[in-house]
């Protein structure tokens, strides 16, 4: 099993094997792994043994023990938040859980859409994804010495010695913050820097010049050219690894908002295009194969027209959350616009990748959606194309979208495909 198709798992404490098995259920949908537990023996057993993402624990226990009983066992064997599913609590009540080891609390009835909401910040919370560090330095030992202090400190580092070789990396790597030797043989530092920044893709990169220059206002001429900041190369291991970390955390955090769009936290339309133009280059440089998808949720006004807006943004949003679990590093997906997303999947052919949409399209379809006490399930249709030889971006897109169209014609729910 490769790393991108582990699935966080979540253990759920159920008296009756029925809701359990419901909820099992609802999270299965949004990608998550989930095992239902009705005595303790065996859910401290498979605590033990595997440890799960997070724990839902809820006041009615299990069917041999309380709550009370077991919680004590549940913190000491978890890796992870322990989730309190309950009616109602006064502010003691609360203190004294959350002091027993209870991280959260959810509150029946149960709103599937906040649970997944607040397991899904758990989550990103618990995922350190290490910081990628392009070193473009062509002294050796310099750049070995910055490279090995980032590395031990958990970073993953590529050093590069020929500036010219820069954008390759760029596009392969994706590194989170470059460090840039101001002075070397093929080009300067700021010089290249200049070069990177004509390129909007690069934007978000944070570029850091590393150099024995202290004449401030060449440090600030440097900066001028497209740097973001200037350290000096002698630096303490110490200093270097706070100052990457904390530039690292910024710029994600301002490169999200930049590319991500606000509802969903998918890729927003001029990114998800912009990333499609640059994998079709790629796919036609190395002769891979490449799919697009047009996905729109069906009869949407007639949902907001019932519902009200805010409950055709819950749909909306539990669509981005499955579409995001399901694609498993096979591709990206962003929001094209309304209740229109946009997938594409590298190296994948049209047959394959409709056969992915289409088991999407029945898990969403099984997804129980809720206003209130009224419950309601959605559908989506989709349109598919393979690129061609001759096809451009736009043109791929527009086939998609002409697939979907036909899809919508033939009854909704369903996936079309693009077949000129």
Known sequence: ???????????????QAQGGAELAKQLTFFGFECHVFLKQSPFLAAMHTTPPFAVLLGEAGLEDC??????????????????????????????????????????????????????????????????????VDD?????????DALGQAGMQVQLLKNPLEVFLLLER???????????????????IAKVIRQYTQ????PIVFLSTETNRNKQLMARSMGG?????????????????TITCARYRSLRRWMTCDSLTALLNHTNIIELLEREVIRAKRESLSLSFAMIDIDSFKKIN????????DQVIKSLARLLRQSINGDGSVGRYGGEEFAVFFVETSLIRAAQKLDE?????????????????????????????????????????????????????????????
């Open 139 to 147: 002294s050796e030992a310099m750049g070995k010495f910055n490279a």
């Open 305 to 312: 027209d019932s519902y009200g807006h805010g409950i055709g």
């Open 66 to 135: 309380s709550t009370e009983q077991i919680l004590p066992f549940m913190v000491k064997l978890s890796r992870g938040p322990i989730l309190y599913l309950t009616s109602t609590l006064n502010i003691s009540q609360q203190i004294e859980l959350m002091n027993n080891g209870i991280t959260d609390f959810i509150y029946f009835p149960l709103d599937i859409q906040k649970l997944i909401d607040r397991l899904d910040v758990l989550l990103e919370r618990s995922r350190n994804t290490p910081y990628r560090v392009l070193i």
């Open 202 to 205: 690069f934007d978000s990169i």
């Open 1 to 15: 099993m490769t790393e991108k198709s582990i699935k966080p798992i979540v253990y759920v404490s159920a008296r």
């Open 360 to 420: 999407w399209r029945m898990r969403f379809a099984e997804l129980t959606q809720s206003s209130g006490e009224i419950q309601f399930n959605v559908t989506f249709s989709a349109g598919v194309a393979a690129l061609k030889p001759n096809m451009d971006a736009q043109q791929l897109i527009d086939a998609a979208d002409q697939a979907l169209y036909q899809a919508k014609g033939a009854g909704r729910n369903q996936i079309g495909l693009h077949k000129n």
């Open 173 to 191: 790597f994706v590194p989170d913050i470059v460090l840039m030797d101001v002075y070397m043989p093929q080009c300067s530092g700021n010089e």
């Open 228 to 244: 973001d900041d200037f350290w000096v190369k002698s630096m303490p291991r110490e200093e270097l690894v706070a100052s990457v």
